[in-house]
């Protein structure tokens, strides 16, 4: 083939899965997002998924340090990072170890060659060097000495060797940039700014982009360039957002628009603190992050917050919502709006903290004393944080009693394209807030439509109250030890919950709207699953598959029974052991449930989805 | 309403039936908070009573203020949230010695060192009282109690102690019974700009009687009580012949007319000292024990310095508003 | 009717139910034992119910601050302290206000005539006198002027006053004891040994028992004795127990049978308190009872005593329970041996704290983080306590994971007569207890037959070992983070305690074993349901009725489709808002369930109960 | 294995790979403690370590002892839980200044009260390690980390101030990168009878490299630290001619052969002494920072406590069996 010819060949792909591994120290974070925005900005849509290693700084080189970012493009929609991989970037032997398995046969994976040395290859546990051992042939791969190509395209720019090194993600990221033909200017762009102070460096990134690049551009052994064309998208400015910024952005909409202030009450817990990172940045937007001394302070001084007339949230994972319980059921007692987000990761108690699960629903729903019910939703993907925050704010306010937000890790630290919602575009959000005198106030009078009790705030002449953990007069709120009344709390409790129903959309089918088989999930498997089902349809278009997906929890929606009803299987998929399979064969047992439970601490893939859809209906 | 109202203690007390044990000094805690509510030139709507669950945390229902019954130690944590939330609110703590130094111990250290401006009445009654008689956190070595039927093997903390060793800036001490220097201390801790903690020493009538009564019975009083006030010379005594003196680095009671000692060598009490050793040797004098403002060091509070940090962000941050926040990065747009 | 005549006329009685109110300094709490442990000495089935006002010491006279002990006695079997009385004693207005309504119609209501002065009534917001004003016209009221009889009687005793007055409820209990021809002998030894060292106050005491007796002896407007026959019984020596400590000392039992020291690590709280007051006085029976900081640090420190050793446990009510939801995930993570109690209490939150509830059965479940099953069992009554705290201490033992025992402020504070059991009628217990050295040492390899793992215990040498809460390998138990490791972690965890329905009784059913009406129950309501179903059969010879209560909640027994298939109705009766309904419907949903539930922080009664069952079977 | 084993360090070392930074601070107590341990005469299997969770709280794992990796903050709560179960073990606690201060700060201050005899390890770098750099509670005023953008607002813990505020006994205090010295203080802290806790100023290379540099690197090391011994003078200084005299109630560094000071001037170290003043300043004292054990005061433990009350039990209560208890008070018979 001449050298000619091959710069020609194309393929074109409807998407493309890329993952960037490497030590912890070789940059793979940021390789991983210049690529993803690139990408984006460019038309494509996009989903990442970053996997750090537990470890802070692993030693270098060693298996368990290996950190790596995942991101799929694609010209129709992506809705998750994808499962395995079309092409693997590996800078060093652990890294190729720990990923090599879920690289598609046949595919690329491009190395750093200079990298296999002995010692790393004995830190990476491996006998022979998988280059030239033989042990890759099932796949296509590109041994790149990249070290050595970005320390000679460096050679002059006066940096020592060690700082040279520093920029081969960048050749990484160049090759990869020709590899699907994509411009390098927003990269290019991006280090202009972040390294402002240091044009050295600058120069040194560039350099060795450019150098990955050209490099690519004459090397035989890539013979293709891919072809991600854009893809279609409503109209509007997007930007890429993350998760837990997106959640955190959510509440702050919610504050704008319902003229509030934001209080967070927080403790850091991986993978919920970024959300507190967040929101310590806006204070001068009229956010009050404060960070407390531990769970409980966290929520307890939301409480007072929320007391004090502020949108009071606090943010955690399990095991801090585990002890956020007891106070939890007092807001709930108070009946004052409070937000508590779980970003929820693997389970039980430490577990696995830097993985993602779903552990934490039946948590969530009944992890506290007493017949204490919380408004539960769930987010379904990184930019749906955004929406779903802000839906959460508006419940809690709108009915005077807390809500549980659950998210994940997988939706939390990953991102995607999100079209930029001003305040203008979200719903309005009224509030039970009193700050003036009122005749004839009563603490607990509810509204007849919500059942909310009006929220008088400390400052307001004449509404002076006191609100506790005891069980309340159903007006006046005072202390009532009375038998009835107590009974009449919980029943009115439980109902305000109820009612929430009438005020969140019905459940929605996707896909076929009866038939065969109906998917059903929650929360942050959105993405895979309906990628699974709509991967399953184009191959089987005989069958019958209708895909439902809860945001709300408790209450459930309207029109599930009669969604159910249309199906002759019914698949519940989560990331645990089958608590929301539990929870809906409690609600609706009329109906038979076939769970589909992974747990570990992984997204649910395609495939063994969609062989399990087969398992059912084949 | 205007600010210049004139309120008398009623105008403080709820409707609320109150609770507590005939003859409880608890009686006596919410009536001298009452009298001083009118000195502190606040709006009661302004007011927030916050507490946790005790005998002692009932206190809120008896007031007429916005306020907290919270749960079990969690009072300081409420409050916190409650004056970050709105700093023009006068935010009141009332928590037991379990509720404060048991479950709540660790809300109590942070609220201290934060320096954070609420006004935090400690009712020590050196028991659990509202779950019917447990040794607490200030119980006696040796002291039977339900839970400790041979006598607690578990040494007590000393409140002020504990809260200097927090960074306490403001401590201030008094009998349960002695109404008139609650008045006065409550009055104080509400004008200092800070944490403040008030110790009351409060009998319990039912699970620890006469706890306190060495100290506070009328009969002795006045010999084993020193009031200390801000500048004045530490005397004290029913004849006020008694004054403390240094020993090297401890204190010592001497007698002023005896061994050539005049009311000059006596120590002058400086509440303002920054350094702590002379507050933490008052505090822990256990003949006689001081009472009054024992420390009252101004210091950066809280709120000051989250404003501080505030005026930094809204200095340096090139983003100032949540629409700038949106659009902020890299952004593209799609034509749909 | 001459004094003669009516001094021979009795009135045999199955069961007779008694409460005595009075204000919380007027000894009800001793009257009531005194009287329930006579009743038992001489021969009668007990069951007592104490229900303490909710403050410490309320003003004199006030509605809130009646104090009143309940017994029902009887020469049959007792399940409960009964519903509606057969007789009322009240000393005061405001104890008669209070509880009258709970007096069957006709029936006698004897009051001390002296304490209704006005400000009494004042207090107790009567606007006239009710013992003047007809309004008790529906009652047998007998009016009698206690504190002054007393006076007069203990006139040469050369006490004051007011301490004479104290004695007015030996004198209403002189009463009782003629009312039942109940010997006094045993209070006179019970008063002799209390105040072995006042002299005057036994004396002083017992005359006022005597001049009770006497003048209910003379009093006309008592013409009837009631005769309660001595129930049958098993054979054996008897005591009065009271729930909670049927608690503590079934723990006792379990350490000493398995030769273990039992560590109690507990935080005081309502209505859990009483078992760590009663542990605390064992100390010198190998009894480690420790008072610690917070309901954390109890949790927390019981897991060191555990992986020490020791037998550990840990005691609270709801709101504790929530706080050591963290504590308890990190213990089922560690695979060790745990204990805890939770004596219900109304919530949510602070709620009704000296009320009785059943409404932190889905807490017991979930209340935690991740996937973490516990072993969840329930006493049923006061007696039963000590089997039961005595079960989940063998089950914990025999099985390696922690066990929730729910018992509630009902039974914990209620008390009935317990057939002593000795260690030597408990069954055997076993542990996975290693001291000694041991070759092939693996922390985290299973016995197959319960999946229990070795619990080697510092001090032996060469099995060091390190756990934690972090994902372990499932032999080693050292830290794993892989994915496959945990799903099967997870699933070992939950198969370990579904293994314990092989080791448990399978569920049975009292009465009719099919037919109309199955009322199921859970812990302590098994009385009042036992009761009510034993009352609606006698009244409704025709209907068949069945009675299934669950000790074992996870997991359930063996035999419940069975049994559920063999009715055609299932009633699920709670004292909460349906939480053992819901989690049957979760477990079983081919079947129907009818809820009754009750949220007054009150017990079960049978009228109401055999109403429901007459709207579903009639 | 009989008690006359010779162990060295390596003899504690677990199997398991360290997962700390390279360069982090806690390798060297790690080595520290391991060469520590075979000085103790401690059998390997009578030794626990307990933490909680935080990068220094991995500790456990790297140790071939017994050992609890808890969750965050209850380490202090778990190892009461082991002592009181077995008094004969050797317990430690590795924590770190979040895990002990922040969430655990409740269990830290009553595990020092109640003197039991633990050995607790502070990993004091002034941040949170393993969650990426948020701000602790020992943080500086000011210091910018994730969660602080624009500066910390919480002012913080001394940790040895707040340890004797609580009633601390044995307080020592080494640099990170001292592993002589730390060798020698987890040694006098095993010996030590009651609850000893040992503050080590870690460097976190990460997320606060450089926040002990000014008192811990080898060229300001000698002028900025004192090492104090008990009976000692309280000398310091590259020449050895820094010392410790007092001024009024407060210490100040005088320079030997300046203003006629002598080395008999400077004041000796008494760490036994029962009166918290002279300790409290030095643990205080900011230059120099004060090394060493510099309180040690042996009093009654939790256990001698415990023990004690159980022989009133045992001298006292008529019931001496469990049999006798299920007997004892009022019972009657059925024939059945
Ligand atoms: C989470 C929780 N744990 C325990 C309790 C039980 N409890 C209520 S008040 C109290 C202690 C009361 O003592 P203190 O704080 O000294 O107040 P006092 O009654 O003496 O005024 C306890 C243990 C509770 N309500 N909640
Ligand atoms: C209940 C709970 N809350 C929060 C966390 C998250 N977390 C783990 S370690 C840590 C703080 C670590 O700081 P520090 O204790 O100082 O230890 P270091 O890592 O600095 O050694 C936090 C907040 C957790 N694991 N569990
Ligand atoms: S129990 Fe004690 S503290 Fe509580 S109200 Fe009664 S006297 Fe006061
Ligand atoms: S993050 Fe800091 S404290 Fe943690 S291991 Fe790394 S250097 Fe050490
Ligand atoms: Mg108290
Ligand atoms: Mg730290």
Redesign the pocket.
């Known amino acids: 083939m001449s050298k000619e010819a091959f710069h020609k060949e194309t393929r074109n792909m409807d998407h493309a899965v890329i993952r960037f591994v490497g030590d912890s120290g070789d940059g793979m974070q940021l390789t991983g997002t210049q690529f993803s925005t690139s990408a984006a900005l460019l038309g494509n849509d996009v989903a990442t998924f970053p996997n750090y290693p537990s470890e802070i700084r692993a030693p270098q080189g060693s298996l368990y340090g290996v950190s790596g970012f995942q991101v799929n493009i694609g010209s129709t929609e992506i809705s998750t990072p994808g499962d395995d991989l079309d092409i693997l970037v590996a800078m060093n032997p652990a890294g190729l170890k720990t990923n090599i398995k879920d690289l598609k046969p046949g595919q690329m994976v491009i190395v750093d060659e200079d990298s296999f040395t002995r010692s790393n290859l004995q830190k990476a546990k491996y006998e022979t060097n998988p280059l030239t051992d033989g042990s890759l042939s099932n796949y296509n791969v590109v041994p790149v000495p990249m070290t050595s190509l970005t320390r000679e395209a460096l050679k002059d720019t006066g940096l020592d060797s060690k700082s040279m090194t520093r920029s081969k993600n960048m050749f990484a990221l160049g090759m990869l940039y020709w590899l699907f033909s994509k411009d390098p200017k927003y990269t290019e762009e991006f280090l202009k700014k972040k390294f402002k102070k240091k044009p050295v460096v600058v120069e040194a990134n560039i350099k060795a982009l450019k150098a990955g690049i050209h490099f690519a551009d004459t090397l035989e052994l890539m013979p293709t360039h891919y072809i991600v064309t854009a893809a279609k998208k409503e109209k509007g400015t997007y930007r890429i957002i993350m998760g837990n910024q997106a959640t955190a952005w959510g509440f702050i909409a919610a504050a704008k628009k319902s003229g509030l202030e934001l209080y967070l009450g927080s403790y850091p817990i991986t993978p919920a603190t970024d959300i507190l990172h967040e929101l310590a940045k806006w204070r001068h937007l009229g956010v009050i992050a404060f960070q407390a001394e531990d769970e409980i302070a966290g929520i307890s001084s939301a409480i007072g917050a929320s007391f004090a007339g502020k949108l009071a949230i606090t943010t955690t994972s399990g095991p801090g919502l585990a002890l956020k319980g ?1 106070a939890l059921g007092l807001a709930i007692m108070l009946e004052i709006p409070l937000v508590v987000v779980n970003v929820q990761r693997g389970g039980p108690s430490t577990g696995m903290p830097t993985k993602t699960e779903q552990s934490d629903l039946m948590q969530a729903l009944y992890g506290r004393n007493g017949e204490s019910p919380a408004i539960v939703i769930a987010a379904k993907s990184p930019a749906d944080s955004y929406d779903k925050a802000y839906e959460a704010a508006k419940l809690t306010l709108e009915h005077m009693t807390p809500v549980v937000l659950l998210t994940d890790g997988y939706i939390g630290n990953g991102s995607e394209p999100w079209r930029i919602k001003t305040l203008d575009e979200m719903p309005d959000i009224s509030t039970y807030r009193i700050t003036e005198y009122q005749e004839d106030f009563h603490p607990y009078k509810r509204d007849p439509k919500t059942l909310a009790r009006p929220w008088a705030i400390p400052g307001t002449p004449g509404l002076e109250h006191v609100i506790g953990g005891l069980e309340k007069d159903k007006i006046e709120g005072t202390v009532s030890q009375d038998p009835i009344n107590h009974e009449e709390m919980v029943k009115l409790r439980a109902e305000k919950v109820r009612k929430v129903k009438d005020f969140i959309p019905a459940l929605e089918t996707e896909f076929d709207q009866e038939g065969d088989l109906l998917v059903v999930g929650w929360g942050g498997t959105y993405g895979s699953l309906k990628t699974a089902v709509k991967e399953y349809k184009d191959k089987n278009p005989d069958k019958k598959v209708g895909f439902a997906h809860f945001s709300y929890i408790n209450p459930l929606p309207h029109g599930v029974a009669d969604t159910f009803s249309k199906f002759k299987n019914i698949l519940v998929a989560e990331l645990n052991n089958g608590q929301f399979a539990d929870f809906l064969r409690m609600n609706y047992p009329e109906f038979n449930y076939t769970k589909y439970n992974k747990i570990q601490g992984l997204p649910l893939g395609s495939k063994e989805l969609m062989n399990k859809f087969d398992e059912i209906i084949k | 309403m205007t600010t210049a109202i004139k309120y008398t203690f009623k105008d403080f007390a709820s409707d609320q039936d109150v609770r507590w044990c005939p003859g409880c000094d ?1 009686y006596v805690i919410l009536r001298s908070i009452q009298k001083a509510l009118p000195e502190i030139g606040k709006k009661k709507e302004d007011i927030v009573f916050i507490s ?6 009932r206190f809120p229902y008896y007031m007429d203020n916005y306020g907290i019954h919270g ?3 969690r009072a300081a944590a409420i409050a916190t949230g409650t004056k970050l939330a709105n700093p023009k609110l006068s935010v009141w703590v009332a ?6 130094m ?2 709540g111990g660790n809300h109590f250290i942070h609220f201290l060192r934060r320096n954070i401006d609420i006004n935090y009445i400690l ?3 050196e ?5 019917k008689g ?1 040794f ?1 956190p200030t119980s006696l070595l040796g002291q039977r109690t339900k839970s400790s039927p041979y006598g607690n093997a578990q040494a007590p903390f000393n409140p002020g102690e504990l809260a200097i060793g927090a960074h306490a800036k403001f401590f201030a001490r008094a009998a349960g019974n002695d109404s008139k220097l609650q008045t006065k201390l409550y009055i104080e801790a509400e004008k200092h700009k800070g944490a403040a903690l008030v110790e009351i020493l ?1 009998n ?1 009538v039912i699970f620890n009687d006469g706890a306190y009564k060495d100290i506070t019975d009328k009969t002795v009083k006045e010999d084993h009580q020193l009031v200390v006030e801000h500048g004045k010379p530490m005397i004290f005594g029913k004849n006020k012949d008694k004054g403390l003196v240094l020993d090297g680095m401890k204190l010592k009671v001497a007698t002023i007319g005896e061994n050539g000692i005049t009311e000059d060598d006596i120590l002058v009490h400086d509440a303002k000292e920054k350094d702590v050793t002379m507050h933490l040797a008052l505090i822990n004098l256990k003949s006689p024990v001081v009472m009054g403002v024992i420390r009252a060091v101004e210091e950066e509070t809280l709120i000051d310095r989250e404003n501080k940090i505030t005026e930094i962000a809204k200095q340096t941050n090139p983003i100032q508003s949540f629409e700038e926040l949106l659009f902020s990065g890299q952004t593209f747009e799609v034509e749909g």
Chains 1, 3 share one sequence.
């Open positions: 007891e | 608890d946790g669950i005790g005998c002692s945390s749960i079990h130690g928590s037991g010695d379990g509720d404060a048991a479950i009712f020590n009654n028991i659990y009282g509202l779950t447990q607490s409060q319990c």
